[in-house]
C-alpha cells in the first residue's frame, strides 16, 4: 500500500522570503501522480502543483516549484517570494497512473505554513 | 453550478442520531468522491462513484456509513447512529472524467458529533 509522510507539522516564513515543504512517499509503482494541494480556513482544497512521476522535469507553477527525487521518493514544494496568502495548510497527495475505478488520492498529515509580515 | 457545493456547511449531532450530507458537484462531472478528514489530519478515501456506479466503497470505515448517487449528479452521505469518532469534516470532490485528475474540491461539512 502507498503512504505519504509530512514529517513537518509547521513551519513558519517571513513574507517576500522562500520556504520548502517536505514530502516521501512509499509505493512500488513505477508510475504515479504527486500533487500539492493548498487548505486556507475555508476548508477547500486547492490544488497547487502536480508532478507526473515519468516527467523527469520539476513542475513549476509561478512561485511554487516541487524538487521531484524519484529514487529516494521525496517531492518537496518550495514556495518563493511568500506572500500573507500563502498561510494555509499544506498537503501532499498520491495518486496512482491507472485509473479502474481506483483512482483515490492518498493525503499525507498536512504542514501548516504561517507566513509573518 | 460554478463549483462543488456541499451542505450543511456544520452539523451539530447527538450521538445515535441518522445525518445526511449533501454533495452537489460540479455540472456534468463524471467522477464523485468523498473523503473524511479528522481533525488535525489530512483526507482519507471513503468512495468513489462514476456516474450513478459506486465502483469503491472499501474506505467506508464502518456499515453505518451509505454513499449514493442515484441519478449520476446529487451525492448523499448517510452516517447512522453516530458515534463521537464520526466527528469530522466530510469532503466531497468532482471530476469532469473517469480519470479523476482534476478535482475540484467542495468546502466540505463539518460533522461534530456530541
Known amino acids: 500500500a502507498q503512504t505519504v509522510t509530512q514529517s513537518q507539522p509547521e513551519m513558519s516564513v517571513q513574507e517576500a522570503e522562500t520556504v520548502t515543504l517536505s514530502c516521501t512517499y512509499d509505493t512500488s509503482e513505477s508510475d504515479y501522480y504527486l500533487f500539492w494541494y493548498k487548505q486556507p480556513p475555508s476548508r477547500q482544497m486547492i490544488l497547487v502543483i502536480r508532478q507526473e512521476a515519468y516527467k523527469q522535469q520539476n513542475a513549476t507553477e509561478n512561485r511554487f516549484s516541487v524538487n521531484f527525487q524519484k529514487a529516494a521518493k521525496s517531492f518537496s514544494l518550495k514556495i518563493s517570494d511568500s506572500q500573507l496568502g500563502d498561510a494555509a495548510m499544506y498537503f501532499c497527495?498520491?495518486?496512482?497512473?491507472?485509473?479502474?475505478?481506483?483512482?483515490?488520492?492518498?493525503f499525507g498529515a498536512g504542514t501548516r505554513l504561517a507566513v509573518h509580515p | 453550478g460554478a463549483g462543488v457545493s456541499q451542505s450543511p456547511r456544520y452539523k451539530v449531532a447527538k450521538r445515535g442520531q441518522d445525518v445526511a450530507l449533501r454533495c452537489d458537484p460540479i455540472?456534468?462531472?463524471?467522477?464523485l468522491f468523498w473523503y473524511q478528514q479528522a481533525l488535525g489530519q489530512g483526507p482519507e478515501f471513503l468512495t468513489y462513484?462514476?456516474?450513478?456506479?459506486?465502483?469503491?466503497k472499501s474506505g467506508l470505515p464502518s456499515d453505518r456509513f451509505f454513499a449514493e448517487r442515484p441519478e449520476g449528479s446529487v451525492s448523499t452521505l448517510k452516517i447512522q447512529r453516530t458515534q463521537q469518532e464520526d466527528s469530522a469534516v466530510y469532503l466531497c470532490?468532482?471530476?469532469?472524467?473517469?480519470?479523476?485528475?482534476?478535482?475540484?474540491f467542495g468546502s466540505g461539512t463539518r460533522l461534530t458529533v456530541v
Open positions: 470532490a468532482s471530476s469532469l472524467d473517469e480519470t479523476g485528475l482534476g478535482y475540484t
Open positions: 497527495a498520491y495518486r496512482t497512473l491507472f485509473s479502474g475505478g481506483y483512482n483515490k488520492l492518498i
Open positions: 455540472s456534468g462531472h463524471v467522477s
Open positions: 462513484f462514476q456516474n450513478e456506479a459506486q465502483l469503491d
